[in-house]
């Protein structure tokens, strides 16, 4: 099975396989995302409440305080499916099938589940991060909101069929990465966290560690022994 939401090498080629359980006369909406309270999921519940029009598609394994999440958001939207393990073939078929791509994210540390999206040139509807942003850069090729009134708005222009939506063409943002690109400058990320928490209290090696060109953002542990 493929693990969600680190499928990082869905090749367009891969034979998708439908997930069972959508109803195939209705369109969906898809987040890719562990079920926790940074991905704030509720708002897009709240904000879809009311909709009949559309599902919602969740896939993503539970995190923290995510088994609470769950009954919350389906008393908000109760069209709504989650899949904690998909295979990389169902995961294929979920972006080729979505009318779009929704993550309302606070907090994201690069944003995969946006680059494979792209390559099937799924719609994208993101919050407005610095993850997401730095991304998109100047391409165009999502729409972006800042509040849940400015969602809510998203998703209530979303009616009749998707492809009266008009949302921005995505496929055109995956010519700008390489998945070798995209690993290099994940890896980078992820080691500058781990350095900074290996030298945190140790001034002069982040110094040193600065003046590499390696990400240094501080990283607040706690150490039991």
Same mark, same amino acid.
């Given at each position: ?8 090498? $869905? @090749?367009?080629?891969?034979? %998708?396989?439908?997930?069972?359980? !959508?109803?195939?006369? *209705?369109?969906?909406?898809? =987040? ?79 944003? $995969? @589940?946006?680059?494979?999206? %792209?390559?099937?040139?799924?719609? !994208?509807?993101?919050? *407005?991060?610095?993850?997401? =942003? ?79 060109? $390696? @990400? ?10």
């Amino acid at each position: 099975s493929s693990s969600i939401p680190w499928a990082s090498t $869905l @090749p367009i080629r891969i034979q %998708a396989r439908p997930i069972a359980g !959508l109803d195939p006369t *209705r369109p969906f909406i898809l =987040t890719v995302a562990v079920i926790e309270n940074r991905k704030n999921l509720i708002p897009l519940a709240r904000a879809l409440s009311g909709s009949t029009h559309l599902d919602w598609l969740v896939l993503g394994k539970i995190g923290f305080g995510g088994e609470s999440m769950l009954p919350e958001i389906k008393q908000y939207f109760p069209h709504v499916i989650h899949r904690s393990e998909v295979t990389e073939a169902q995961l294929a078929w979920a972006y080729q099938s979505a009318a779009a791509l929704v993550l309302p994210t606070l907090e994201e540390g690069f944003g $995969l @589940p946006v680059l494979e999206a %792209a390559q099937f040139g799924t719609p !994208l509807v993101l919050s *407005r991060i610095p993850a997401f =942003t730095d991304i998109i850069g100047n391409t165009d090729t999502a729409l972006f909101f800042d509040s849940e009134n400015g969602l809510r708005e998203i998703l209530h222009h979303l009616r009749g069929s998707p492809d009266d939506w008009r949302l921005p063409a995505s496929r055109a943002l995956a010519a700008n990465y390489s998945w070798e690109q995209t690993g290099e400058r994940f890896t980078a990320l992820e080691l500058g966290d781990v350095m900074n928490t290996i030298l945190l209290g140790a001034p002069a090696a982040i110094v040193a560690l600065k003046a590499s060109g $390696l @990400p240094t953002r501080p990283v607040l542990v706690a150490v039991t022994v």
